[in-house]
């Protein structure tokens, strides 16, 4: 079971050497946006692989405060809903 939970961890570590290629090619913002949003999802997952793998509780408190501030980035970007941009001129 650890050599599969290890698997995994490298294997979302990969994952995000690619999304890494993404961020720095990326066609558009919003290319680069969901980038950075893989790597907070991801972040998560590894996260909980490596508390998982070596039995440390403590790394789930870290990763539920990266979903925190993935939704905080995410709502950043896009701004609040119903706002609208062209106010705060």
Known sequence: MEFLL?????????NLAVG????VRGPADS???L???LF????VAVLLVLAAL???????????????LATLLSIA???LPGGDPGAHR
């Open 6 to 14: 290890g698997g995994v961890a490298v294997f979302l570590l990969l």
């Open 20 to 23: 890494l290629v993404r961020v």
């Open 31 to 33: 290319d680069r946006m």
């Open 35 to 37: 980038a950075a949003l």
């Open 40 to 43: 907070g999802t991801t972040t």
């Open 54 to 68: 070596m039995a440390q509780p403590a790394l789930r408190d870290v990763a539920l405060l990266f979903v925190l």
């Open 77 to 79: 970007f896009v701004g």
